[in-house]
Every structure is written in structure tokens, then in C-alpha cells.
């Protein structure tokens, strides 16, 4: 009996499911050993200590014989490839996770080493400025001694009283000293009085204030006041010192310290 088109057709299509059916079991099968090889190897590479890695190893050769069918030297490659592969990734991270850890101590020790810098400098600067402290009380306790010298003082008293005149230019001036100080500003002011006339060309009513006196525990000198008391140039021992300490502190720190090389401007 012959076979219709329709039958032939049928055939055909019942062969094709058979043999799609067939080539889906082979693929699953594949995959299913492809896994089980995977695993075994990751558990070998992460959690099998080092001592039970070689025993391990030749089990999941084994097993990769059995599952795929093939020789021991072709498993034991793939094994080997798989194994490096696993072995270079995690050697990788590791690499990278101690060399940022590097670059972060790295950092730590010039962010240190900039703070015990800052603190060396500080306390070479706070010694400085002790040093420089000291050499101004040294100071003031030399012009106590100055007037102790009656010739010598009075002297100064002169220079002090007529550089007042000149800065205030006034008609009327007051002065006030210490109250141990009153003899001797009389004298200079009776000396200083002719000259200022003679350098202004001016006349000069000077006043000593017999009320209040400068504290008796400064070094000496006087203050001079406008006939208001409105203008005041202080003219005392301390203040000279101060303003001559201000006026000459890059050369005492020159010759204390030395220059300092990072200075460009010496005004």
C-alpha cells in the first residue's frame, strides 16, 4: 500500500521531535556535569585547606572522567585552566586590596609627618618669641637703672621733654612725670624752653601737673599733653623702649636668629 503525502509528512515531523528531544536530553546532560565540575572546583580554590587540596583535586579529576567521558590528561587540563583562572581572580583582589591599603598608610604618613612638622615649628617659634620676651625684660630692667644716674637722667629727661614740644607745637603744654621725677623735669623744662623758642620761633607756656603724677613703678620719662588733654605723646621710658622694639624687630630676630631665607622684603 502507498504511502500518502500526508503520511509521509507525519513521519518526517515525528523524526524531527525525536531526534530535538534527544539533542535537548545531550544538552542538559552537558550542562548538569558542567556545573557539578564548577562547583567542586570553586570549593576547591575557597573553602579546602591547602594540606587536602592535591587529594581533593584528583577526586574532581576523577569525577571529570566520569561525568564527561574523557582521558585523565584532557581533565586534568581543564581542571588546571579552571583552578588558574580562579586562582588569578582572587590573586588580583588581592593585589588590589593591599596596594590601596599601601596608597592609605602612605598617606596617613605624610599627613602625619606634615602634623609633627607644624608642631615643630610652632614650638620653635613660641621659643623665639620667649627669647625675644625675655630680652625686653632685660631691658626695662636696665632703664630702671638709668635713673639711678642723676646726670645721666637728667640728660634724657631734657631730649624727651623738648622732642615733646616739637611734636605737639603747641602754645600750652602740661606734663606729667613721676612725683620723684618733679625737680628735675623743672630744670630741663627751664633749659628746654629757650630753645624750642629759638627753633619755632614761638612761645611756649609749659604747665607740670602737681595732681597726677606717671606710676612710680615705670623706669621714668614723662608724658605731654596739649592745653585740652586731648592730644598726648607719651614719652616714657617703657613706650620709648616698645616703639624702638617695634621699629627694630627684623634686625633682633636677624641677630638672634639669623635672616630668614623664605623673607623677600625687609621693609
Known amino acids: 500500500m502507498a504511502l500518502t503525502d500526508a503520511d509521509v509528512q507525519k513521519q518526517i515531523k515525528h523524526m524531527m521531535a525525536f531526534i530535538e528531544q534527544e539533542a535537548n536530553e545531550k544538552v542538559e546532560e552537558i550542562d548538569a556535569k558542567d556545573m557539578v565540575f564548577t562547583w567542586g572546583v570553586k570549593i576547591l580554590v575557597t573553602h ?23 582521558s585523565p590528561s584532557q581533565a586534568e587540563e581543564e581542571f588546571n585552566i579552571e583552578k588558574g583562572r580562579l586562582v588569578q581572580t582572587q590573586r588580583v583582589k588581592i ?60 640728660t634724657l629727661l631734657e631730649g624727651l621733654l623738648l ?43 609749659v604747665r ?11 623706669c621714668g620719662g614723662v608724658e605731654v599733653y596739649n592745653d585740652n588733654g586731648k592730644i598726648k605723646v607719651s614719652n616714657t621710658l617703657e613706650s620709648r623702649l616698645e616703639l624702638m622694639a617695634h621699629q627694630m624687630m627684623p634686625e633682633i630676630r636677624v641677630n638672634l636668629f639669623g635672616a630668614n631665607p623664605n623673607r623677600k622684603f625687609m621693609d
Request: net charge positive.
Open 48 to 70: 579546602i585547606p591547602v594540606y587536602m587540596i592535591v587529594t581533593v583535586s584528583r577526586f574532581l579529576i576523577v569525577c571529570l572522567q566520569m561525568c564527561l567521558d574523557i
Open 95 to 154: 593585589m588590589e586590596y593591599y596596594e590601596k591599603k599601601e596608597k592609605q598608610i602612605e598617606q596617613h604618613k605624610k599627613i602625619q609627618m606634615s602634623n609633627l612638622m607644624n608642631q615643630a615649628r610652632l614650638k620653635v617659634l613660641r621659643a623665639r618669641d620667649d627669647m625675644i620676651t625675655d630680652l625686653l625684660n632685660e631691658a626695662r630692667q636696665r632703664l630702671g637703672e638709668i635713673a639711678k644716674d642723676p646726670a645721666r637722667y637728667s
Open 163 to 205: 622732642q615733646g614740644f616739637y611734636q605737639l607745637l603747641e602754645p600750652k603744654v602740661t606734663i606729667r612725670c613721676r612725683q620723684q621725677d618733679v625737680e628735675m623735669v623743672q630744670t630741663a623744662v627751664i633749659k628746654n624752653i629757650p630753645i624750642y623758642k629759638e627753633a619755632v620761633k614761638s612761645n611756649i607756656d
Open 208 to 218: 607740670i601737673d602737681q595732681e597726677r603724677f606717671l606710676p612710680s613703678e615705670i
